[in-house]
């Protein structure tokens, strides 16, 4: 089964309302990361939560993260119509230094802000 | 723009031919990645490239067949390929600079389509 598993898989809310999405994990961690990507581009990075960190905020962006339930959350505030896109939760395994960079993504959650 | 590059953005090929993808990255990032993007799936990781050199190779079939001559650039050379490998090709970079975990930055990827 995968590392990372987002929900819900799709997310459909009105401009100025808040989103949030959730991510599960597996395994130890070494950091969580929160991608964006649009319809059929690459993904951009968003956040990145270490593992001995329980909150982080960018702009409008919230994440936390809690090691015991191996659970993260992203909100995004006062969403707008450009927020419209798919979002994804990586996690970078506590595995090793052979594992370098071997992020594990999720399936993602598709999210729709209507103007 | 993220710095990463990727051509061509659109590729049709038959099952006997063979192309290429490049994937270039202006960040001066020593690190590179190629991942698949199918369909319902979650995004997988195929290769990793850490200084020119493959330090992943995620159960990729043969007819993938990554190359990076330097730190700035990376093909995946393409042979007899299947209907079932249609998908969005994207190339990542990081920095892999003083063992930390860092974000990848990705290319706005190859939509391939196999027939």
């Known amino acids: 089964s995968q590392q990372g598993e987002e929900d819900p898989q799709a997310l459909s809310i009105q401009e100025g309302e808040n989103a949030t999405m959730n991510c599960s994990y597996k395994?130890?961690?070494?950091?969580l990361q929160w991608y964006r990507q649009n319809s059929g581009r690459g993904l951009v990075h968003l956040i990145l939560?270490?593992?001995?960190?329980r909150e982080k905020h960018s702009g409008r962006l919230r994440v936390t993260l809690d090691t015991s339930k191996k659970s993260s959350s992203l909100l995004i505030t006062a969403s707008r119509a450009a927020d419209t896109a798919s979002y994804f939760c990586?996690?970078?395994?506590?595995?090793?230094?052979?594992?370098?960079?071997?992020?594990?993504f999720g399936q993602g959650t598709i999210l729709t802000v209507h103007p | 723009e993220t710095g990463v590059t990727q051509t061509p953005r659109h590729l049709v090929m038959g099952m006997t031919n063979k192309k290429s993808l490049k994937c270039e990255q202006h960040?001066?990032?020593?690190?590179m990645y190629w991942y698949k993007q199918s369909a319902k799936k979650p995004l997988e990781l195929m290769f990793v490239?850490?200084?020119?050199?493959?330090?992943e190779n995620n159960s990729v079939p043969s007819r993938f067949s990554p190359e990076c001559p330097n730190s700035s650039h990376l093909f995946l050379h393409l042979h007899t390929l299947q209907p079932e490998d249609s998908a969005l090709y994207l190339c990542?970079?990081?920095?892999?600079?003083?063992?930390?975990?860092?974000?990848?930055?990705f290319g706005p990827g190859t939509r391939l389509l196999v027939l």
């Open positions: 490239y850490n200084f020119k050199e493959q330090t």
């Open positions: 990586a996690t970078d395994a506590n595995a090793g230094g052979t594992s370098y960079g071997k992020l594990t």
């Open positions: 960040l001066g990032h020593n690190a």
């Open positions: 990542a970079s990081s920095p892999n600079q003083g063992g930390v975990r860092e974000t990848q930055y």
């Open positions: 395994t130890s961690i070494n950091n």
């Open positions: 939560i270490r593992s001995n960190e």
